[in-house]
């Protein structure tokens, strides 16, 4: 590695100081409103997407703070970008306390999570989900490619999938998809873009990794069930074409789960009679 001259380190740590205070404002900004939520629980799914939020800009911060490592010094920051990714799980509990983590769940199990949120702007919430995805691709861009992280992201995609599926009001959804109001309309569909690209990358991440690493049927079924959400969230929508397509390729991923299966199971008893 190149020797880092006085003049780049003297930069980096000119620089490094600004997003430093930064750093350290915003999480006495985020320990406040946690303690303001441990006090006073009324309003607590709002509370919750505003520490959300704000956990958020610490993903951005480390992040900053990393690449100017890198090109200042030269540098990977590990500990800054590991500093990123536990925000990113800190905002992912968040808002899965807000919007539920189950998966491919009806409508009528999360409609009381609408209930508390229901002056909560769809533009806001569209921007926070937008903003979670985002925040977590920045951190595994800059882990980079041979991480030993890499897998664990698959998770955190996917649980971002279903939270983004779990926040949409399918109830009201429908009623507001009106061409007519253009702005409305072009935030509804970006919203379900989102979503329904999400959910879909998510599935074939964990086939991916099910076929390449770990040939675990729980990563498998994993990406069926988010299949299965997929196919749901078109069929609330009226998309039946695109409902049905899905649901040939569950059938699809079903057969090759229980080829796989039965496979695996010949396997293991001809290995406990030829120990």
């Not at 540098?75 to 990714?85: G, L, Q, T, V």
């Not at 009806?106 to 949120?117: A, C, Q, R, V």
């Not at 991440?205 to 196919?231: G, H, P, Q, S, V």
């Not at 695996?264 to 001809?270: A, H, L």
């Amino acid at each position: 590695m190149a020797k880092v001259s006085k003049e780049a380190k003297q930069l980096y740590s000119d620089k490094i100081s600004e997003y430093k205070r930064s750093l350290e404002e915003t999480t006495k900004k985020i320990n406040q409103m946690k303690l303001i939520l441990q006090r006073d629980d009324s309003g607590a799914s709002y509370k919750r997407m505003l520490i959300a939020d704000e956990t958020m800009s610490l993903v951005a911060l480390y992040c900053i703070m990393n690449r100017l490592s890198v090109d200042l010094l030269g540098i990977k920051n590990e500990f800054f970008i590991n500093e990123a990714r536990k925000s990113c799980y800190e905002s992912l509990i968040l808002l899965e306390a807000v919007f539920s983590d189950l998966v491919n769940v009806p409508f009528s199990e999360l409609k009381d999570n609408f209930e508390d949120i229901s002056t909560y702007p769809v533009e806001s919430k569209y921007h926070l989900l937008k903003k979670l995805g985002f925040s977590i691709t920045m951190v595994k861009d800059a882990f980079g490619e041979n991480s030993k992280w890499k897998m664990s992201f698959i998770d955190l995609e996917a649980r971002h999938a279903v939270i983004s599926n779990n926040s949409i009001d399918f109830k009201n959804i429908i009623k507001e998809l009106d061409p007519r109001e253009r702005e409305l309309f072009a935030l509804h569909i970006n919203f379900i873009e989102m979503t329904i690209r999400a959910l879909n990358d998510s599935a074939n991440n964990y086939r991916l990794k099910y076929e390449l690493t770990t040939l675990k049927m729980d990563d498998f079924k994993k990406a069926i069930l988010l299949l299965a959400t997929l196919k749901r969230l078109y069929s609330y929508i009226g998309k039946k074409k695109e409902a049905e397509e899905i649901q040939k390729k569950i059938d699809v991923w079903k057969a090759k789960l229980q080829s796989d299966m039965a496979n695996q199971e010949k396997k293991s008893k001809e290995e406990r009679r030829n120990p």
